[in-house]
Each structure stands twice: as structure tokens, then as C-alpha cells.
């Protein structure tokens, strides 16, 4: 192992059990503000399209809370509340958001999460996960004939993570100390 | 088993939460029903705030400048915008009902005829699903708005209500992938189905290559949807070329023409008739029409007028005179000689060959076509129009195309 990898393993060791939790009033409201954001925002800024507010904040409590059980249940209600707003069948972002919840819940108990260029991965690495496992889900339950671009959401998911490093760092000013 | 459970505890939670979605999923696609419930509380949870910030967003936007240009003019200008609208629809069904044959019928079955009855909504927020688009209205069910309601701007299509909630509805845009409606062309009448494509331009499919469709032709809806009333705008086709399934047809929607904002929810609609084929701009340069033949005594045009009718009459009549100044009984004995001069005139090969139809040229950029006996004018308007007064400008000597729905066939003009 990599003097770098070694490096992470230690440091989640040393925060295996973490003291500090968030408020829980933002695991209601900054999701909320979350889903606004991408419903309103895009109307008079359409290059803010692009950006997945909700996984990325999915992500962020999956990873912080480190509880995949947590981070099931917290990506299923984002998922089934993004599926709610719109024409789709409900379940479709819910199944997605569960897994990345899952996932980045689990792989929060391994990694020093709170390396910045490791976010900068995961958020990358996880939306384009949450990308392609829709488009499969869209095609193989529902039979839809969408088109999954590659290198947009190759782009996408860069954008993505170059913002959720402000963002989680603005999300960490919710944390409190135990 | 127990144990196993424990010790797979969070795999356990991951696969029952994953089932229990992809069931709900399968439910939804077998029995077609929608878990209204959940719908219900998470739009009545967002739409108030989206409401409230669109509310705030509209009356704090360009506060100051508002104070410099006087209060009041902002409302002003909302109240006019409505009005306008709401004349360019009532033009659109006066220019579709004056395009038709009879005058006075249309203007009878006009006042007959109500047209749709629509509420304005406002959009408030987008869709969340990808690949899609569509927006919410500030409209529900308590207004009126059900699914399935066509939504309208006075310049064309928007969409239909895909989800009505007691105060909002969602409404799936035309540039939606998976919208579609019956739509036709408005020159030759060729029916086709208007798709989204995902981003600002649609498609039209089902139409045969050997269906005849101009670049600039006007589609307008054609009803059989059952969703939107026949005769509502949809678009111009800006690229029409042969494809392997049919016809490539791509339109850029003119409903969505200025950003969408407000929007007509059609709750009671009311089928219109197509306008007829569009009229070439008024600018177009065009040299009086010329004056009527004199008959002359001789000479080949005193055939083309004595004869008139078709070229056979005209021949007809010219072999008679031959044959009237040879003393010739046509069917009986030989034929008269057809070459001999003949006085009173008889038509020369020449002016016979020249009475022959001259081959049509193709109709040009505004749909105008070139017809016979007519001086043969850059753009030339379809029948029905040509009796009208036209403009006349003889500096200028091309046509410029125009938006049908303002200037529509059989439309008296403006003469100067």
C-alpha cells in the first residue's frame, strides 16, 4: 500500500467513532433547499442545469454521518422526493440515490473523507454512478430509449465535484462538536 | 439466521430498500397508478416556497428602476402584454376563419363559434427529472386544470398538463422528448407528429418522402390528439430533407418564442380552422397588374380574347375562321388549307404556339406560384390573393417570407 493510502487508512482509524454530528434540522432543511434549488435556480440560469444539488448533498451526510444504514434511508427520501417532483415513476432517483447513499456511507468507514481531493473524487466518481445507473434503470425496467453521453456527463461530473468542495465546506460549518 | 442478519445488517437494509422501490416501481408500470400521495405532499411542500420566491423575485426585481420610470408602469406594461396576447389569439382565430372560402360564412361561424377558453398560469419552477422539460404552473385542480390540458402561448404551443395537484401543475414542454401531438402542415396539408427533442427544436415524424413539405411552411396542430385544438401555431419548418423512416422535419417551436413565463392553460378548447396558404409580405415588389387585352381586328391576341376559354377553343375557333374563308364544310370533303393566308386574320403558328401553357415553375419561397396568362413576376400570389390590391413598390424587387399567422391568406391588404 501507498505511503498516501496508508496515510488515509490511519487518519479514518484515528476517526473511526466521530464526535462531531450535524444539527439534525439540516437533514431536513438542506435537502430541502437542495431539491429548491434545482427546481427554481435553473429557470434564470440555465447553466446551472448541470449542477446535482441533491446527490451532492447526499453524498456530504452519507459520508460525514458514516452510517450506511443512514445513508440508505437519507438517499432513498432525497430520491423519491426528486422522482415526486416530476412526470417519472417514483422509485427511479430513489433506487439510485440509495446506492450512492450506501455506498459513500461505506466508503466513508474507510477513507479519510475529509480529504479534499478524495471528495473531489468520490463526488465525481458518484455522479457518474448515479448517471449511468439511471440510464440503465431507465432502460432495462422502463424500456425508455434515453441516450447516455459519456463525455458530458464525464463534464458534468467534474463540475460537480469542483463544487462540492466549496459546498462541503460550507455544509461543515453545520457540524458540531461533540 | 439470525446472526447472519446481524452481521449483514447494512446489506440487508441496502437490499430491502432497493426491493421495496423496484416494487413500487413494477406496481406502477402494471396497474398504470401513480402514488399520488407522496406527489401531493412534496409539491404542496414546494411549490408554496417556489411561489413565494417567484413573488418576491417579481416584486423586488428592478425595484429601483422601477421608481425611476414611474410606479405603475411595470403593472401597466403586464396588463398590456395579457391584453396583447390575448388580441394575437383572437387574430389568430379571425385570420383562420377570413382565410376560409366564404367571408361571410366565417364571420357567421365566428359568432357562433366562442374561441378557447384558457386561465393564464405562471411558471414557478422546472422538473427534476433528466433529460426532460418541464416546468410547474401555479394552476391546479382548484382552478380548473386537469391532465391532459393543453398549454398554450399566443404565439404557439407549450405543452400539455401531464400532473394536476390542487395548486400547481406540472406541464410537460414540447421539447420534451416524450411529448407528442398531431400536427399539420399548413400549405399542403400533410399530417405529422410533432416530437421534443430534448433542447430548443423538435421534430416532425410520419410523414413520406414523396409528401411534399417547403422549408418555411407553417405547422399548426391538427386536433386529432384530442389535447390541442386544431389550428394552434406550432412552428416553421426550418430543415426539411429526406430520411431513411420519412421525412427529417425540424421545427423551432414558436410558443416558446421570447422565453416562457406566463402561459394559457386551454380548459375549454375550441377547434379552428388552418389559415390558408400564408400571403408574401406586403413589401414585396410587385408591378401593377396589367391592363385587360384590347381586342384588336387582327392579330394573334384577338384570338386569345374572342376565342377565350382553353387553348382548344382558341384553335377551334381559329381553324374555323380558315376554314369560314375558304368556304370549307368541315367533315365533308378534303381538309382546308390550313396554311393559307386568311384574311380577318387567323392565328400564326407562332401566336398558336405561344397560346400553349407554358410549364409551371416551381412556387417560390413565400408559396406563390407562377400561373398562365399571367405576367410572369418574381413572386406571384396563389389564387384567391391575386384579386386583391397589393402594395406596389417597383424599386425593390425581392420578397421577404412572412409569419402566416399575421398575415394570412385571402386577408384583404393594404393598398397604397
Known amino acids: ?16 467513532t466521530p464526535g462531531d454530528y450535524v444539527r439534525s434540522f439540516a437533514f431536513v432543511l438542506v435537502p430541502f433547499l437542495a431539491i429548491l434549488f434545482q427546481v427554481y435556480v435553473p429557470r434564470f440560469f440555465g447553466f446551472l442545469g448541470y449542477l446535482e444539488l441533491p446527490l451532492l448533498v447526499t453524498i456530504y451526510f452519507a459520508l460525514t454521518r458514516r452510517q450506511p444504514i443512514a445513508g440508505v434511508f437519507f438517499g432513498a427520501a432525497v430520491g423519491m422526493v426528486q422522482d415526486s417532483l416530476s412526470q417519472q415513476l417514483i422509485g427511479m432517483y430513489g433506487i439510485v440515490k440509495t446506492l450512492v447513499g450506501y455506498f459513500a456511507a461505506s466508503v466513508s468507514m474507510r477513507f479519510d473523507v475529509e480529504n479534499p481531493v478524495l471528495i473531489g473524487i468520490l463526488s465525481f466518481f458518484f455522479y457518474f454512478f448515479h448517471q449511468f445507473f439511471y440510464w440503465v434503470l431507465d432502460r432495462a425496467l422502463l424500456g425508455h430509449m434515453t441516450v447516455f453521453d459519456p ?3 464525464f463534464v458534468y461530473g467534474l463540475l460537480n465535484a469542483a463544487v462540492a468542495l466549496p459546498l462541503f465546506h460550507l455544509l461543515d460549518k453545520l457540524r458540531v462538536k461533540a | 439466521m439470525e446472526s447472519f442478519l446481524n452481521r449483514y445488517r447494512n446489506l440487508t437494509v441496502l437490499l430491502v430498500v432497493v426491493a421495496a422501490q423496484l416494487l413500487l416501481l413494477a406496481w406502477q408500470v402494471k396497474t398504470t397508478q401513480d402514488v ?3 406527489r401531493v405532499w412534496s409539491v404542496s411542500t414546494v411549490t408554496p416556497v417556489t411561489s413565494a420566491l417567484e413573488f418576491i423575485r417579481r416584486n423586488t426585481f428592478g425595484v429601483v ?13 403586464r396588463r398590456l402584454h395579457q391584453e396583447l396576447g390575448n388580441l394575437k389569439m383572437q387574430n389568430h382565430f379571425l385570420n383562420a376563419e377570413l382565410s376560409t372560402a366564404d367571408r361571410v360564412r366565417s364571420l357567421a361561424a365566428f359568432q357562433a363559434q366562442s374561441p378557447s377558453k384558457t386561465i393564464a398560469a405562471r411558471i414557478i419552477m422546472s422538473g427534476t427529472a433528466p433529460n426532460s422539460a418541464e416546468v410547474f404552473v401555479d394552476r391546479g385542480t382548484s382552478q380548473g386544470v386537469e391532465k391532459g390540458m393543453a398549454v398554450v402561448t399566443p404565439d404557439g404551443i407549450v405543452g400539455k398538463v401531464v400532473e394536476a395537484y390542487p395548486m400547481a401543475s406540472l406541464v410537460l414542454l414540447a421539447t420534451d422528448p416524450s411529448f407528442a401531438a398531431g400536427v399539420v402542415s399548413q400549405k399542403n396539408r400533410v399530417h405529422g407528429e410533432l416530437r421534443g427533442m430534448g ?19 407553417w405547422f399548426y396542430t391538427s386536433g386529432y390528439d384530442r389535447i390541442f385544438p386544431r389550428g394552434f401555431p406550432v412552428g416553421q ?4 430533407r429526406n430520411g431513411n423512416d420519412g421525412k427529417e422535419i425540424f421545427i423551432s417551436p414558436s410558443g416558446f418564442q421570447g422565453g416562457l413565463d406566463e402561459v394559457l392553460i386551454v380548459i375549454e378548447g375550441v377547434h379552428q380552422l388552418i389559415p390558408e396558404q400564408a400571403v408574401p409580405s406586403t413589401d414585396i415588389h410587385m408591378m401593377p397588374p396589367p391592363p385587360p387585352d384590347q381586342p384588336t381586328a387582327d392579330g394573334p391576341a384577338a384570338d386569345m380574347t ?23 364544310v368541315y367533315g365533308e370533303g378534303a381538309a382546308p388549307n390550313f396554311n393559307a393566308k386568311v384574311t380577318g386574320n387567323p392565328p400564326p403558328p407562332a401566336a398558336l404556339k405561344s397560346a400553349e401553357p407554358a410549364k409551371p415553375e416551381p412556387a417560390d419561397a413565400d408559396g406563390g406560384e407562377v400561373h398562365l396568362d399571367q405576367p410572369n413576376y418574381e413572386t406571384q400570389e396563389e389564387t384567391g390573393a391575386t384579386t386583391a390590391p397589393v402594395k406596389t413598390r417597383p424599386q425593390q424587387t425581392k420578397a421577404k ?5 399575421q398575415t394570412t391568406g385571402g386577408a384583404p391588404r393594404e393598398t397604397q
Open chain 1, 1 to 16: 500500500m501507498s505511503e498516501f493510502g496508508e496515510r488515509l487508512l490511519a487518519d479514518t482509524r484515528k476517526k473511526k
Open chain 1, 151 to 153: 463525455q458530458q456527463t
Open chain 2, 36 to 38: 399520488r400521495l407522496l
Open chain 2, 65 to 77: 428602476g422601477d421608481y425611476f420610470a414611474l410606479l405603475g408602469v411595470r403593472e401597466e406594461n
Open chain 2, 199 to 217: 433542447h430548443g427544436n423538435c421534430k416532425i415524424t410520419e410523414i413520406q418522402n414523396e409528401q411534399k413539405v417547403d422549408v418555411g411552411e
Open chain 2, 237 to 240: 419548418a426550418a430543415v426539411v
Open chain 2, 306 to 328: 374572342q376565342g377565350g376559354g382553353t387553348d382548344a377553343d382558341r384553335l377551334k375557333s381559329a381553324y374555323k375562321r380558315i376554314g369560314d374563308a375558304q368556304g370549307h
Open chain 2, 401 to 405: 417570407s412572412t409569419k402566416p399567422a
